[in-house]
């Protein structure tokens, strides 16, 4: 059948929009800066304490996020239990929840007066204007994104073949470790590059439950806006590193990911 | 010994039967899809858990619902065929069959891996990722790494299936030859009664999640216990009520007239069969011949060529299905609406009540 040329030009063009759209903004970022403004940001000291604390809480987040959502993701994509949709649905809530809402939330329920807030002072841990607070934001807003994902990679991983490893003498425990993860890396790596990316630009939640303190609460978007009142250029020069960082990530997340894995 | 008393319902379907295996011995369990074949399968292996039951292997109690024994999959020691071989994708081939060593050293594994690739005939291919390997070639990993542990008893669920003709004629060699070597009970799952008399030192045919019959293939295909294993077993299957012949044997009325002489005993309702190439076609005017008893006039509705053989299809008093040489298709000069007379010996005949 011959492509229709009215229609396959119809597309194109709107292909052509969404691209020239979603670009431009990143690319005039670049433009704008240029390379010497971006080594000079990087040598302030306020955007080195930022890229430092952003880098730091958001491996701390998705660390968290693999280390708790992997096993979590297992259960939901491989056993059935009364009230699972139910689960499902409540665990990807926050994706649709506002950031503010996020922080306020956050505050609501571990700040000073929050529910459970006393429960946490009286363990001795204080998040609020904390590092470790930046760390509980991310985590709460990016855990969705990994969690959705790695749910879909365990439930396309062929029944079968973890069949197979308990045939073969592997309990359950080694049977995820040794073939379910492997066989769902991919998904997995996509859902940690989105939970990742998530967390490095998370703005909203952080400013509201942790704050905005240079070295112990402004990760980077925090200092992008700090700035962008008083000086644009110095703004815009962080945000071309932080797209830097971010795309840097991503893309070795999703290299790693998509590696068979080295045999052993 | 391997021996399983399986009760099992799930979703309406109810699985009941009792299955045993001697070391050495291959059992095959036949049966149309969804007769509960490879449930049994799973239940051996402990992937599925019956509501009753009880499952040994030699002196070792695997599953003994009666005294709450459940013994996991992965302390049974099955080795497991799956029906689309379940390899692992990320691992190579030797990786696969090393798979189940883990309780050899780490240089052991890989030796001992690589000794059972070659003797499948796949050193060659030890290195390669089973999206790699032909159909042919993934099966024989997959039996290799199911024999590499040295299992207490062999599960092969399906294993030609998923394989073209070609290589399929090639697998049934090499399993055929890996099988006769295996000194552990067998059961071997297919719905191909051919494959079951191929593979199975004894068959059991399943219905609906009960054992119709049991015994050795050319046994049930001699003496079919029922009009469905008669049909399972690939021969033509003729209804119609019996009456004692004075000639020794029985007459049997067909439905949908005609009548059929077979030298077996019966009276009441039956199923009469007989396998297609025990029927020959004659032309309507041949003169009949004095040893053949049975003759029943139809219309050729279908010609089908297998592998130097022809399968005529006739519109019958019910329908018949005759197997030939293709020397005897062009000598009759058989064309879609040709009308024949099917004929052959009472001795052929077999019967089993309804």
């Keep these: 059948m011959k492509p229709s040329p009215w229609f396959t030009a119809l597309i194109a063009g709107a292909l052509a929009a969404a691209l020239t759209f979603l670009t431009l903004p990143i690319v005039a970022i670049f433009v704008d800066t240029g390379p010497g403004r971006l080594l000079s940001s990087l040598s302030d000291p306020v955007a080195v304490d930022a890229l430092r604390l952003s880098l730091e809480t958001t491996l701390l987040a998705t660390t968290i996020i693999v280390v708790v959502g992997t096993p979590a993701a297992y259960l939901l994509a491989t056993r059935s ?159 071309a590193v932080l797209v830097a960082l971010s795309a840097a990530l991503l893309l070795s997340v999703k290299f790693v990911g998509g590696m068979p894995r080295a045999s052993r | 010994m391997l021996r399983a008393e399986l009760s099992l319902s799930r979703n309406g379907f109810d699985l009941d039967l009792e299955v045993a295996v001697e070391p050495g011995a291959c059992l095959a369990l036949a049966g149309p899809s969804g007769c509960g074949k490879t449930t049994t399968l799973r239940a051996v292996a402990g992937l599925v858990a019956p509501q009753r039951g009880r499952v040994a292997c030699g002196d070792r109690l695997w599953l003994d619902t ?17 029906q689309d071989y379940a390899l692992f994708g990320h691992q190579r081939a030797w990786q696969n069959v090393a798979y189940g060593l883990r309780h050899l050293p780490r240089r052991e594994r890989r030796h001992r ?71 552990v009970p067998t059961i071997f799952v297919t719905h191909d009664f051919q494959e079951a008399a191929l593979f199975g030192d004894k068959v059991a045919v399943l219905a609906a999640g009960r054992m119709v019959q049991r015994g050795p293939a050319e046994e049930l295909a001699a003496s079919p216990a029922s009009a469905f294993v008669a049909d399972f077993s690939g021969a033509v299957v003729l209804i119609g009520t019996a009456r004692p012949d004075p000639g020794a044997g029985a007459v049997v009325q067909l439905e949908g007239g005609g009548r059929v002489v077979s030298t077996a005993r019966a009276t009441g309702r039956v199923a009469a069969s007989v396998f297609p190439w025990e029927i020959s076609l004659e032309p309507p005017d ?59 010996k009472a001795a052929a005949t077999r019967l089993s009540a309804l």
Excluded: K
């Design chain 2, 286 to 344: 041949a003169p009949p011949l004095g040893s053949i008893r049975n003759h029943i006039p139809g219309t050729v509705r279908s010609i089908t060529r297998f592998g130097g053989r022809v399968r005529v299809g006739l519109d019958a008093c019910q329908p018949l299905t005759a197997e030939i040489t293709e020397g005897a298709l062009r000598e009759l000069g058989l064309r879609r609406g040709t009308r024949v007379i099917a004929s052959w």
């Design chain 2, 66 to 82: 009666a005294r709450g024994i459940n013994v996991s999959p992965e302390r049974r020691g099955c080795g497991y065929v799956f």
């Design chain 1, 81 to 239: 239990f009364p009230g699972q949709s139910v689960v499902v649905t409540l665990v990807e809530l926050p994706l649709v929840l506002p950031p503010a809402v996020a922080g306020i939330g956050l505050l609501a329920a571990l700040g000073p007066h929050g529910i459970v807030g006393g429960v946490v002072a009286d363990a001795g841990v204080r998040l609020v204007l904390q590092t470790a607070g930046v760390v509980v934001a991310l985590t709460f807003v990016a855990a969705p994104f990994y969690l959705r994902q790695a749910q879909a990679a365990f439930a396309a991983v062929d029944r079968s073949s973890l069949e197979a490893s308990r045939t073969l003498g592997a309990g359950e425990a080694r049977t995820v470790w040794r073939v379910a993860i492997p066989a769902a890396r991919g998904g997995l790596a996509a859902g940690l590059a989105l939970a990742w990316g998530r967390a490095l630009g998370e703005f909203g939640a952080t400013l509201m439950f942790a704050g905005s303190l240079r070295g112990v609460t402004q990760t980077v978007p925090l200092a992008i806006y700090d700035r962008f009142a008083t000086d644009f250029p110095a703004a815009l020069a962080l945000s």
């Design chain 2, 113 to 183: 891996a690589l000794e059972l690739l070659e003797r499948f005939g796949l050193a060659d291919r030890a290195e390669a990722r089973p999206s790699a390997l032909s159909g042919g070639e993934r099966q024989r990993v997959a039996l290799a790494r199911a024999l590499a542990p040295r299992p207490a008893a062999l599960l092969l669920d399906e294993p030609l299936s998923a394989l073209d003709a070609r290589s399929c004629a090639e697998a049934t060699r090499v399993l055929a030859e890996i099988l006769a070597d295996a000194r």
